[in-house]
């Protein structure tokens, strides 16, 4: 039949889509399957050696559409290329059949419903705290990021699904088994090859140091766990690791390198330098982003304790100010009050704060002027004359079209 038109929306772009073996004849406007595979069914279509639909061979899916049975076949698919446990296949497909309900869905472009498939799937395995990332979705798919989160965000909202965020062990342990540093192979020289139990542990460690210190809220999730996989790395053996830069251990791990994961790295050495100002024998050392390297593995030992040492907790200060409420707004007792000496401890550093609020920009937030103005106001002629054209002006305007315009060939 190729050549033909589609039965149902009358486009002729018809292509070949094989599916397993069997090749198919699909409509790419609209999804519709035109021939599928090679069945007969009575003797007559035999002797004629007609094909026949699969659908009209056995009226099994006379209530579903084409396109949604195509679309089930490719939720199915997904689920077996990600080798996921076989119960997400059909919370999956029960995610799909019931986006399918909805009149949005059923007319939507053929792209979307692609785009669809791999949405229930994530669902499905956030639901499950099964790690699979948005960004490697999008790749099987060939979707486009800002196409598919759109989708996304649309099919939770319309189906009132509740899906919980990313686990970060998780992500950490399968991402951090992708790196290739755990085996000798000639292009990782010896003394960068990594026990992987170790590795793991210890960048889940990092992770969670991050998570605490505010620098995972909001944030790409993956960056943080390749900042955190390159310190664990690095100082497990400081001496020979030191001069290895994360963009050098990316190539060498055979992963990519998200570009945010320089700043996570640079974060993340930050809060370490805070923790370690909080033991007396590292403070004397008078440590910098490189030499804290090597005292990753102490620093995290007490990460808990010196964590809340290094930092005044956040929850601690709104409870003081809460006291004194003639103090006024937060913002302006926030950094004030803090910068003021205070007995005790005098080297008590900054608050424990999400990197977005420390940047403090010069102007934060300006805030809008107060107005009492109430829409009933007299409006006087003057003020409105301003904004009409005087007849030079019309005229002047007229003159500036014609010039610009083209001059008509006559
Ligand atoms: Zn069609």
Same mark, same amino acid.
Request: charge should be neutral; aromatic fraction near 6%; include cysteine.
């Given at each position: 039949m190729p $050549?033909g038109?589609c039965p149902d ?5 018809l292509?070949e889509d094989?599916h397993?073996s069997q090749n198919q004849l699909v409509c790419?406007?609209?999804?519709c399957v035109v021939t599928e595979g090679v069945l007969t069914t009575t003797f007559s279509d035999e002797g004629n050696l007609r094909e026949v639909t699969y659908s009209r061979s056995t009226g099994e899916h006379e209530?579903v559409s084409r396109?949604?049975q195509r679309? @089930? %076949? ?30 949005? &869905?059923?007319? +939507? ?30 790749? @099987? ?45 000639? #292009? ?12 793991? #542990? ?10 605490? *210190? ?13 900042? *955190? ?5 690095? !100082? ?7 001069? %290895? ?18 700043? =996570? ?5 930050? &809060? ?6 909080? @033991? ?10 490189? #030499? ?10 007490? =990460? ?11 929850? +601690? ?10 103090? $006024? ?9 803090? !910068?003021?000496?205070?007995?005790? =401890?005098?080297?008590?550093?900054? @608050?424990?704060?999400?990197? %977005? ?54």
């Amino acid at each position: 039949m190729p $050549g033909g038109s589609c039965p149902d929306c009358g486009s002729s772009e018809l292509v070949e889509d094989s599916h397993y073996s069997q090749n198919q004849l699909v409509c790419s406007d609209c999804g519709c399957v035109v021939t599928e595979g090679v069945l007969t069914t009575t003797f007559s279509d035999e002797g004629n050696l007609r094909e026949v639909t699969y659908s009209r061979s056995t009226g099994e899916h006379e209530q579903v559409s084409r396109s949604q049975q195509r679309g @089930l %076949c490719r939720v199915k698919d997904l689920c077996r290329v990600l080798k996921l446990p076989p119960t997400f296949e059909d919370t999956a497909i029960a995610y799909y059949q019931k986006a399918y309900r909805l009149s949005g &869905i059923r007319a +939507a472009r053929l792209q979307k419903k692609e785009v669809l498939v791999g949405c229930c799937v994530l669902i499905t395995c956030r639901q499950h705290n099964w790690p699979l990332t948005m960004g490697a979705i999008c790749t @099987l798919l060939y979707a486009d990021l800002d196409v598919f989160s759109g989708t996304y965000m649309q099919i939770v909202k319309l189906l009132g699904l509740d899906v919980p965020s990313l686990c970060l062990a998780d992500l950490v342990k399968t991402y951090c088994s992708s790196f290739r540093l755990f085996h000798a192979s000639p #292009s990782v020289p010896a003394k960068y090859i990594e026990d992987q139990e170790k590795m793991l #542990s210890r960048t889940l460690q990092l992770v969670e140091l991050a998570n605490e *210190a505010w620098l995972v809220t909001g944030r790409h999730p993956l960056p943080v766990v390749t900042a *955190a996989t390159f310190l664990a790395w690095q !100082s497990l053996r400081p001496s020979d690791r030191l001069t %290895c830069s994360l963009a050098r251990f990316c190539k060498l791990a055979n992963v990519d390198l998200p570009y945010p994961a320089v700043s =996570r790295l640079q974060e993340l050495l930050g &809060i370490l330098l805070q923790m370690a100002k909080q @033991l007396a024998w590292l403070q004397v050392l008078k440590l910098d982003k490189r #030499s804290v390297v090597k005292h990753i593995g102490d620093l995290l030992k007490h =990460r808990h304790m010196l964590l809340r040492m290094a930092f005044r907790d956040g929850t +601690a200060e709104l409870e003081t100010q809460e006291k004194t409420p003639e103090q $006024g707004r937060g913002e302006e007792v926030g950094l004030d009050s803090f !910068s003021l000496p205070k007995g005790k =401890r005098p080297a008590s550093p900054s @608050l424990l704060l999400p990197p %977005c609020m420390l940047k403090s920009p010069k102007q934060a937030q300006p805030t809008p002027p107060v107005s009492t103005v109430t829409g009933d106001e007299d409006i006087s002629d003057s003020e409105i004359e301003q904004y009409l054209r005087t007849p030079q002006e019309v005229r002047d305007f007229e003159k500036a079209r014609a010039a610009i315009s083209v001059p008509s060939p006559s």
